[in-house]
């Protein structure tokens, strides 16, 4: 799951518009990409 949170951050941002979503601003993305990093599995 955290693998998969971190492509969609990433690379899966691409995507997003046609998707119908608005891609992340970079600030979202960083402060998201921090907590993943905290994450222990």
């Known amino acids: 799951m ?3 949170a971190k492509w ?3 690379d899966g941002q691409k995507f997003a518009p ?3 979503y608005a891609p992340l601003p970079q600030e979202v993305v960083a ?3 921090q907590a993943l990093s905290r ?3």
């Open 2 to 4: 955290v693998e998969f």
């Open 18 to 20: 046609e998707l119908g």
């Open 31 to 33: 402060l998201e990409m």
């Open 8 to 10: 969609a951050l990433t």
């Open 39 to 41: 994450l222990r599995v």
